[in-house]
T-cell receptor, first 112, second 112 residues
């Protein structure tokens, strides 16, 4: 948490390509690592999350990998589709009642 | 199962006025958090309520206040509105200490 950066800020891919978004954080106490997707005019939607005792998690076309030593985690989307176009936020934080600290956001555009 | 709902959808106020935003949490969720999302940025944590008590607060002045009711719905009150308060206000709910938070669609506040 606290200082959270995402790269890239914008990402344009062709339909069917893979997309990778990286999130770097500074708070070593973070142990919960979610990714949110926000479409225009909507609130953020939780798409995948991982906890610090796990290195990788996959859910169909979406995966998240965590490198706690280096303090970064990444979102991987395979076989992208136009409906994947949105702004993606990482939001590392603590578990329980700890707050989420959102990253700067990555705008993903998938062209047909 | 009903998700998180917020009202109103849009609101226009003038500088110096006061505003109240409302949130109904997802069924079974007793923890509610509020976030402010300025245009083009990630959401910023305002505060969190659990069982009608505030149990976490971000870096926001005291003119931002809240309430949680026995049915776990919540209000965000902002006094002495400033132009910089123009933003999307998001409510998120979760079950107790669970990690996963689920967001509502937000209230778009414009301060003129």
């Amino acid at each position: 948490g606290e200082n959270v950066e995402q790269h890239p800020s914008t990402l344009s891919v062709q339909e069917g390509d893979s997309a990778v978004i990286k999130c770097t954080y500074s708070d070593s106490a973070s142990n919960y690592f979610p990714w949110y997707k926000q479409e225009l005019g909507k609130g953020p939607q939780l798409i995948i999350d991982i906890r610090s005792n796990v290195g990788e998690k996959k859910d169909q076309r979406i995966a998240v990998t965590l490198n706690k030593t280096a303090k970064h985690f990444s979102l991987h989307i395979t076989e992208t589709q136009p409906e994947d176009s949105a702004v993606y936020f990482c939001a590392p934080g603590g578990t329980g009642f700890q707050k989420l600290v959102f990253g700067t956001g990555t705008r993903l555009l998938v062209s047909p | 199962e009903t998700g998180v709902t917020q009202s109103p959808t849009h609101l226009i106020k003038t500088r110096g006025q006061q505003v109240t935003l409302r949130c109904s949490s997802q069924s079974g969720h007793n923890t509610v958090s509020w976030y402010q999302q300025a245009l083009g940025q990630g959401p910023q944590f305002i505060f969190q309520y659990y069982r009608e008590e505030e149990n976490g607060r971000g870096n926001f002045p005291p003119r931002f206040s809240g309430l949680q009711f026995p049915n776990y719905s919540s209000e965000l009150n902002v006094n002495a509105l400033e132009l910089d308060d123009s933003a999307l206000y998001l409510c998120a709910s979760k079950a107790g200490r669970a990690d996963e938070q689920f967001f509502g669609p937000g209230t778009r506040l414009t301060v003129l």
